[in-house]
T-cell receptor
Framework: AQSVAQPEDQVNVAEGNPLTVKCTYSVSGNPYLFWYVQYPNRGLQFLLK??????LVKGSYGFEAEFNKSQTSFHLKKPSALVSDSALYFCAVRDPHGGGFKTIFGAGTRLFVKA | DAGVIQSPRHEVTEMGQEVTLRCKPI?????LFWYRQTMMRGLELLIYFNNNVPIDDSGMPEDRFSAKMPNASFSTLKIQPSEPRDSAVYFC???????????????FGEGSRLTVL
């Protein structure tokens, strides 16, 4: 069965500093990996995905993520954080070979960016 | 495109009442998902459909919950009878099938916040 873990409930970072939000996953095959962001009282919005190819993927709003197969990780990063990046971030995984189209989400990490 | 549309946005009801949540997916999307979000349990997948057919309902908590998709543009999630522990935000999401440039990211609605007193 597929699963995803976000080890940090909250990440605090100062504006202008780099940020990292951690994610590890468990699937039986090659995973499809996603990051979503949720602002207060809103639905989730897609940020970026890893399917295959280059381990570093770039997405919306200057975010990027690095796929590491040996560590089964897919950490979200941004070189310079903005106050407006403060939100709830979800990592998600799909096992296209064993799990069909089922997408499983992590518990979420709340990012606070301080001015 | 208007995106995924959910109604109602807020629902307050009393224990024992029937609740019906509605979803209109993005036109042309092949998959529809219902998720529930709570502080304690995070985002839980309840059920998903492919071409209007339920594929996996293993996340539906119990028989009080049912979901239907009578056509490609409409789905309902019904709770009967409702209980206070059903209080949550219920999200509908839709997606294209895999293939070509489509890798199946989900497009979420704004959610329906349910409070059962």
């Amino acid at each position: 069965a597929q699963s995803v873990a976000q080890p940090e409930d909250q990440v605090n970072v100062a504006e202008g500093n780099p940020l990292t939000v951690k994610c590890t996953y468990s699937v039986s095959g090659n995973p499809y990996l996603f990051w979503y962001v949720q602002y207060p009282n809103r639905g989730l919005q897609f940020l970026l995905k890893y399917i295959t190819g280059d381990n570093l993927v770039k997405g919306s709003y200057g975010f990027e993520a690095e796929f590491n197969k040996s560590q089964t990780s897919f950490h979200l990063k941004k070189p310079s954080a903005l106050v407006s990046d403060s939100a709830l971030y979800f990592c998600a995984v799909r096992d296209p070979h064993g799990g069909g189209f089922k997408t499983i989400f992590g518990a979420g990490t709340r990012l606070f960016v301080k001015a | 495109d208007a995106g995924v549309i959910q109604s109602p946005r807020h629902e307050v009801t009393e224990m024992g009442q029937e609740v019906t949540l509605r979803c209109k997916p993005i036109s042309g999307h092949d998959y529809l998902f219902w998720y529930r979000q709570t502080m304690m349990r995070g985002l839980e997948l309840l059920i998903y459909f492919n071409n209007n057919v339920p594929i996996d309902d293993s996340g539906m908590p119990e028989d009080r919950f049912s979901a239907k998709m009578p056509n490609a543009s409409f789905s309902t999630l019904k709770i009967q009878p409702s209980e206070p522990r059903d209080s949550a935000v219920y999200f509908c999401a839709s997606s294209l099938a895999l293939g070509g440039a489509n890798t199946g990211e989900l497009f979420f609605g704004e959610g329906s916040r349910l409070t059962v007193l």
